[in-house]
C-alpha cells in the first residue's frame, strides 16, 4: 500500500502547468515592477543621471526621496492620489501607466509563450520593457537612446539561438545557428535598410530654407531647466538644439543683417552655427560655451533637419534582431500606418515632427502577438513562398 501511495504522490505535479491562470498572478507582478523602475530610466537616461544614483527615487519639484513604502508599484500612486507626499505636487499618471502597461505586457508574453518555450520568456520580458523605456522617451524628448537599443540587440540575438522557431514563424527553425543567423539577417535589413533610407531622405530634404520680407528677431534661448534643450529662436518659432543638430556635420545658417555676441553688435553677414561652436562672417570661430548671449535680425536660414533620426534605425535593427526580416518590413509598415492614424486623429500639421520610435514599437508589440499571422495571410494570398 505504502509503495503504491508512493507511486500515485510521484505522479501529481507539486506546480500547475505553464499555461494555468495561477502563473499570470506573478507575471503581472514581475512587470509591475519593473515598471516602476522603468520610470526611473524614462526620467534620468535621457538627463544623462545614473539609474543607479540616487539610489531611491525622488520627486522631481522637492527632490525629497521617496521613502521604500510609499514606492510600491501601481498601489503608492493610487494611496497618493497622484501626489507628493512632502510637497503635493502632482505625479505624472505616467508613473502609473507605465507600470500597468508594463505588467500587462508581462502576463501577455507569459499567457502566449510559457506554454511554448519557457525559455524565451525572460528574452521578451527585456524587449517589451525595453520598447515601453523607449516609447515614452522618444515621446517626450524624441530621442532614443542607443545603449538601449545595441543591448536589446544582443538579446534577440540570443533570444533567436534559445528558441530558433522566433525569427521564422511557422518555417523550420532548424538549430540554434541557424536561428541566430537569421535574427542577424533581421538586425541587418532593419539597420541598413532604414539607414539607406534616412541618408536618401537627407539628401532630398535634408534643409529647411525659410525667407522673410523684412529683418526679424533671432537668437539662442537658454534652457530654463536640466530638462529642456538650448532652443534657436526666430520670429518668435522655437525650435530646439536636438532637433537642429543630429549629426556632427550639420550646419544652421542665418544671413543676418545685425549679429551681437554676448551684447556686442560685430556687423551683419552670413552666420554660420554649429552643435558647439559658431562662425561669424569674418572668419573668426568662437566656441558656445564662452557666449553669454547670441542674437539679432535676420532676412533668412536655412536649418538642417533629419526626415528620420537615427535612432529609428537602431531600433528596428533590434526589433530585426528578435524577429528577422520578416518582422522589421511588417513593423515598418504598421508603425507607418499607426503613424497616420495619429496624425489624422491628432490633426498634427503636415511638416511637424512626430516621434515614429513608438509606432516602431507597437509594429513590434503587434507582431509579437499573433499579427505575424496577417503578414502570413497576405503573402500566402499573393503566391509567394
Not at 521578451?124 to 530621442?143: G, P
Not at 556687423?267 to 547670441?294: C, M
Request: proline fraction near 6%; glycine fraction near 12%.
Amino acid at each position: 500500500m505504502a509503495g503504491l501511495n508512493g507511486g500515485i504522490l510521484a505522479t501529481i505535479p507539486i506546480y500547475p502547468p505553464l499555461d494555468h491562470w495561477l502563473w499570470l498572478i506573478p507575471a503581472f507582478l514581475i512587470g509591475a515592477c519593473i515598471g516602476s523602475f522603468l520610470n526611473v530610466v524614462i526620467h534620468r537616461v535621457p538627463l544623462g543621471m545614473s539609474v543607479n544614483e540616487p539610489k531611491r527615487s525622488f520627486c522631481p519639484l522637492c527632490k525629497n526621496p521617496i521613502p521604500m513604502w510609499l514606492n510600491f508599484p501601481l498601489v503608492s500612486w493610487l494611496w497618493l492620489r497622484g501626489k507628493c507626499r512632502e510637497c503635493g505636487a502632482p505625479i505624472a499618471f505616467r508613473y502609473f501607466g507605465v507600470e500597468l502597461l508594463t505588467a500587462l505586457l508581462f502576463t501577455a508574453v507569459w499567457w502566449q509563450f510559457a506554454p511554448l518555450a519557457v525559455g524565451v520568456v525572460v528574452f521578451l520580458w527585456v524587449l517589451v520593457a525595453l520598447l515601453v523605456a523607449i516609447t515614452f522617451i522618444d515621446a517626450e524628448h524624441l530621442i532614443i537612446p542607443t545603449s538601449l537599443t545595441w543591448a536589446g540587440s544582443a538579446i534577440g540575438l540570443g533570444a533567436c539561438a534559445v528558441w530558433p522557431q522566433l525569427p521564422v514563424l511557422d518555417g523550420e527553425a532548424g538549430s540554434w545557428l541557424s536561428g541566430l543567423k537569421h535574427g542577424a539577417i533581421g538586425w541587418a535589413a532593419g539597420f541598413v535598410g532604414l539607414w539607406l533610407v534616412v541618408e536618401l531622405g537627407k539628401m532630398a530634404f535634408g534643409k529647411k530654407a525659410i525667407k522673410f520680407d523684412k529683418p526679424v528677431a533671432w537668437s539662442l534661448k537658454e534652457p530654463q531647466t536640466d530638462q529642456d534643450p538650448m532652443c534657436f529662436v526666430i520670429d518668435g518659432e522655437e525650435i530646439a538644439w536636438w532637433d537642429i543638430f543630429s549629426r556632427k556635420t550639420d550646419r544652421l545658417l542665418v544671413e543676418a543683417t545685425e549679429i551681437k555676441v554676448s551684447g556686442e553688435s560685430v556687423g551683419g553677414g552670413s552666420l554660420v552655427i554649429r552643435e558647439t561652436e559658431i562662425q561669424l562672417p569674418d572668419g573668426t570661430i568662437h566656441q558656445l560655451a564662452r557666449i553669454k548671449s547670441l542674437d539679432g535680425f535676420a532676412t533668412g536660414t536655412v536649418i538642417p533637419r533629419e526626415a528620420m533620426g537615427m535612432g529609428d534605425v537602431h531600433l528596428l535593427g533590434m526589433i530585426g534582431a528578435f524577429f528577422g526580416w520578416t518582422g522589421v518590413f511588417f513593423s515598418l509598415f504598421a508603425a507607418s500606418v499607426f503613424a497616420i492614424i495619429a496624425a489624422v486623429i491628432g490633426r498634427i500639421g503636415f511638416g511637424k515632427q512626430l516621434p515614429f520610435g513608438p509606432f516602431l514599437a507597437m509594429g513590434a508589440v503587434a507582431w509579437l502577438f499573433g499579427a505575424w499571422r496577417i503578414w502570413e495571410w497576405y503573402m500566402n494570398m499573393l503566391g509567394a513562398p
